[in-house]
């Protein structure tokens, strides 16, 4: 069985997986793009050590960090291939997938589309040449040859925009036709769980754990990271904070100044992700709040609706 824990970046996602796991010592599988990869744990908010040896963590920092971007295909791929491996040795684990990227989400608990695997060298050839290309730019080549992708791809999500240029470039049809087959069946039981905090709420979650990272020393972090060779075209780069917290290692604004555009950063990416779920996913649990601010009965609720539900 697979408990999915999903929502948007802040809002107490982790904290619930947590209290689940040690509740029925149950596995963790990360589904943040972000958190595949090592390099800036404070930044894209690794879970602690502490949490860590707490209870089992899987898909954390498996990835180096000048390496390519992984599409929610081989990430899926990825996921259920941990899932087998420790299935095999406990057939009764139960496994606690949590994160923010829906697109992850969406193609572990719907399957995938049939999309051919692109050679990594021609993948990595494509990501380097469009390093400075523009959004605006990738967004017109796009246009040309998969007007459909384009026009279902906000303004600001460069990397889909990428992904999708990159399959209709090297492939014999554009990305929305492979999206629209038939995808794979996935032969899991699920109990979907979304956090959606009010807005208010989460803004101040988000204020929250902005002000832990800047404590736990993120802007070291972010200077370091950026004295490692081809820092620049690694993923961790387009990570909400590290430009804004660059500036400031520049000198060129303040400190006060970088972390306000980090929380505006953060705040509207909070409001994409939210949309992005309520329109695409199917939770059999909201959760809008964690009542009186009490996760263990948060935690309590959760296991009651799953009971009723027959799910455990």
């Not at 498996?62 to 941990?82: G, M, P, R």
């Not at 997938?97 to 995938?112: C, E, H, K, S």
């Not at 909201?286 to 009651?304: G, H, M, P, Q, R």
Request: proline content about 4%.
């Amino acid at each position: 069985m697979v408990i999915v824990i999903a929502g948007p970046t802040a809002s107490g996602k982790s904290s619930i997986a947590m209290s689940i796991a040690e509740r029925i010592r149950g596995v963790i599988i990360n589904a943040d793009s972000r958190q595949l990869y090592k390099g800036l744990p404070i930044l894209t908010a690794h879970p602690s050590k502490e949490d860590m040896d707490k209870v089992p963590h899987k898909l954390y920092g498996v990835f180096e960090y000048d390496e390519q971007e992984v599409s929610s295909a081989s990430w899926s791929i990825l996921a259920e291939k941990t899932i087998s491996e420790i299935s095999s040795k406990d057939p009764s684990c139960v496994f606690i997938l949590v994160g923010g990227t829906g697109f992850y989400i969406d193609a572990f608990i719907n399957g995938l589309s049939p999309i051919p695997t692109i050679n990594p060298d021609i993948k990595r050839a494509f990501y380097e040449k469009h390093i400075n290309t523009s959004t605006d730019c990738i967004r017109a080549s796009l246009r040309e040859i998969d007007p459909d992708s384009e026009a279902s791809i906000q303004s600001s999500d460069r990397q889909r925009l990428l992904r999708a240029l990159l399959v209709s470039s090297f492939t014999d049809r554009a990305m929305s036709s492979w999206q629209s087959l038939p995808r794979s069946i996935q032969k899991i039981e699920f109990f979907n769980i979304l956090v959606l905090p009010d807005r208010e709420t989460l803004k101040r979650k988000i204020t929250a754990r902005l002000n832990q990272m800047i404590r736990l020393g993120v802007i070291d972090e972010v200077a370091e990271f950026r004295s490692l060779e081809n820092y620049r075209s690694s993923q961790l780069a387009l990570s909400i904070g590290f430009k804004e917290f660059s500036l400031y290692i520049d000198g060129a604004i303040s400190l006060e100044r970088s972390t306000e555009l980090t929380e505006i950063s953060t705040r509207r990416y909070a409001k994409r992700q939210s949309t992005w779920f309520r329109n695409k996913f199917s939770p059999d649990l909201v959760i809008y709040k964690e009542s009186s601010e009490n996760l263990e009965y948060t935690v309590d609720s959760i296991f009651n609706k799953m009971k009723k539900s027959m799910k455990i």
